[in-house]
């Protein structure tokens, strides 16, 4: 029982000795507070993405809000049970890597395609006005709104 | 396919994160990181609005952080099949 007890503390106090000389305070080390700033980085821009995209399908036009949902809730299933396989047959560094990268392709094709979208909306607006305005061809201004209600008929049409 | 590639990386982040710091400081390091993520998100609305403003595409602030992020996943180390510390 003495011999237990003996064990006991001795087990103790090296628990001890391990408690102060591991502090909480370790993390204000250099190399654990670049890692704490590279992760921080790497979870806000992870979090921005995720508050973005929900409002992502509402903008590419997808009014109703139940097929909104429903795509949301399915991409992120699809993503999870994708992660379920891969997560242990992958390096976790790669697929942070490579998840940001695709993110960053993906992101940029968007954002380029929406902007030659725009200069394409604008040109074809700017012709057809023109042709209503300088040419004449469509006297009456009903004739002007049934054209703009085409250019939007048209827009909507088109890949954003 | 951006919204499948953010929970590729959600799925795996948390395991990751944990990986990276010894046992003593492993909460804490988690939970400053996850906390700076939860503010960032309260300003993704904010987000949007600046970039309505700026007349560009609301993902164009997703190419940026994405752009930001990518540099510093390659300064973090791998742990898979590598023995944690403590």
Redesign the interface.
Known sequence: MERAFRLTSKKKSELREVASSASSLDIFQKKHLLTLVAVSIVMGGLYAEYGVCIFINQKIGIDNIFLNGTLLGVVEVFGYVLIYFFANRVGRRQINIYSNLYKLVCSLTLVVMDSIHNEMYHGLKKAVWFQVTETSNLPDPGSARHLQIYIDALRSNLII | ?????????????F???S????T??RG??LG???L??????S???Y??FVTDRLH????????L??????P?????????DQKMS?
Not at chain 2, 19 to 22: D, Q, S, T
């Open positions: 396919m951006i919204k499948l590639f953010i929970c590729f990386q959600y799925g795996t982040i395991n990751y994160v990986e990276l710091f010894p003593h400081i804490m390091a400053i990181s996850v700076i993520g939860r503010v960032i998100t300003l993704s609305s987000m949007i560009l595409h609301p993902l164009a602030t997703a190419m952080t994405s752009l930001l992020a990518l510093f996943s390659y300064l973090l180390r791998e742990t898979k403590n």
